[in-house]
């Protein structure tokens, strides 16, 4: 019988240090973007952020933008204007929120003193998590007649070949004369193994500290990486991730050594694939933990872990870095990465979530939690939802199917 | 000891008063309606005329939460796991078609859930769907079963979207299809529908309301699956279960010990 009493996630110290390090990083921007002294990037999440870093430009990151319009509940409001102009309400939410949001002429970042989105004088995706984000971009290009540029990573991938990591390296290589232009000074080598460097270590860093939940009881759920991963997304290749992460680091490591959970009296272990469900992350957050069960990691947190980087070798390492993002992979190897992972963070089952307009990050869709149960025998869940779409998600069905589940992780 | 399992559907309220040994001593059903307390409030009163009720009172459904005084919730599929499991103590796959939701569960020979998968965030197939449909056509829907019965041929029926479907059903109509056709269309719209929740591999325990109101679905279920049963008022099986005393109801790990 599911425990009912209420219980509620240990809020994280490091939460005062997570704001002002997100603080400086848009206030870095906003300067950016008043003043003209540096040059506005716009980067896919995933996208080659340590060599834009290195050439001097601020970074803005709009799936950030849009998974901040999901958590603050106001993407339901913008999506039917992009949908109202042409866009398909089944392509990505992100899309379609954040499109809605500039249609509306409205976004978040007023609160930061922004009047609207940073205007971009380039534009640099990479397909590695999908391709709509070239769409996305190029919407905006044309708005602002800024240039578009793009990395074309192949999907799909069993094994990252060297072949593979050529190609793509190379379409790497080819960014840096355009960006020169549009950045107004020259490439340095020097600086881009810097950004490389701090990227990794901000990387690793990051990993230790999803790998903090490998402890019973974990110190750190899935909803509060979903929060704590800010820096590591719109900061890669700059040294206030790394201070963020390192300090993030030792109240975790604190925690594990004094026994602190992130969920009181942890019961059950669960795995988290797919994306977050931004509007109702605290209310899940709440869920769970009211259950004793603890979300111990989850693919998406996961998919900024960049261990191949290395200063050394900064295009091909980048290249391989961002080829081997999990999403990129074919449905054997993402086999092979969920069992370790359920296997590494001993959990007792596995939650699917499919977002409706995500397919890429929706993981169940080719029969996966099926095969995972036959390789490692743990119960698997499939939810319905999306990240930013509310109307994509009930609620109520959820909340029955995931109470439902803990019920049969519990009589195991 | 008379306990109430009561299970507070989207369309349906059902309840159910069980003695010691699991028997079923009284039944209950009205229309869930807009409050759930008041729905579970008369079935109570209902219940309790001249006897003794215990409490807690066990709940499941949707509404399980929305019950006045001390109440102890189950999920329906948790619930009707229990009842499915007293009734056939081996490994079974269940499909339990509802208002608006439908649920595939496998069964371990214990008991125990094996897996479990819900319709996606769509009613189509489900009591919803036979309901608008039956409004839509202007038949009233405890006349389908026999017209299903009658009909030669089903009137395929494709679209997605039971508003769609809908429309189809009445260009089909338009064209001269006969409405027993129409209505057999139907059914077999909710056979396709659950049957590709997933691969079911015979000994399927049919239940829910839609399945006790329309037991012509039954044979149909029968012509795709093998070793289909639908027990005798299925719609009340969520209810039973989770009213079910512990010893009926002996926890999985207690069985393999």
Known sequence: VVSQSIVTPERLQSTAALKQTMDGYYQRLLEASQTGRQRVAWCTSVGPAELLYSLGFAVYFPENHAAILGASKTADRYIPRAVAAGYSAEVCS????????????????????????????????NTNQCHEVQDWFELYGRRFGAPVLGVHTPLGLEEVDEATVEYVAGQLRGLVQPLERVARRGFDPEAFAQAVGRSREASVLWRRVLETARSRPAPLTFFDASVH?????????????????????????????????????????????????????????????????????????????????????????SARAYCELFIARSERFKLGALQKMAADFAVDGVLFHDARTCARNSNGRFALPGRLREVTGLPTLEIQGDMNDARCYSEEQSKMAIETFLDQLGAR | MLRVGLDLGSSYTKGVLVDAEGGIVDAFVRRTGYDYREAAREILERLSVGRRVDAPVFTCGYGREQVDGP??????????????????????????????????IRLTAAGAIDSFRLNPKCAAGTGSFVEEAALRLGVDVAAFDALARAAEEPVRIGSYCTVFAVSEMLGALKNGAPLAGVVLGIYESVVDRATSLAALQGDLVLTGGLVAHH???????????PRVDAPARSQLLAAYGCALPRAVDASPRDRDA
């Open chain 1, 229 to 317: 991963m800010g820096p590591i997304v719109v900061m890669r290749g700059t040294q206030p991730a790394i201070d963020y992460y390192a300090g993030l680091l030792a109240e975790l490591e604190g925690r594990v050594s004094a026994g602190v959970a992130a969920v009181p009296g942890e019961l059950r272990r669960v795995y988290w694939d797919g994306m977050p469900i931004w509007f109702k992350l605290s209310a899940l957050s709440r869920f769970f933990a009211e259950r004793r069960t603890s979300v111990v990691a989850s693919t998406y947190c996961n998919s900024w872990v960049f261990d191949p980087l290395d200063p050394a070798r900064p295009f091909e390492s």
């Open chain 1, 94 to 125: 992100y899309l379609t929120s954040d499109v809605g949001a500039l249609l509306c002429d409205e976004t978040p970042l007023s609160a930061r003193g922004f009047r609207g989105v940073p205007r971009p004088d380039v534009l640099v995706y």
């Open chain 2, 215 to 225: 037991p012509r679905l039954v044979d149909l279920f029968r012509r795709r699956v």
């Open chain 2, 71 to 104: 109440i102890e919730p189950c999920t329906e599929i948790v619930a009707l796991t229990r009842a499915v499991h007293a009734l056939y103590p081996r490994a079974v796959d269940v499909l339990d078609i509802g208002g608006q939701d439908m649920k595939f």
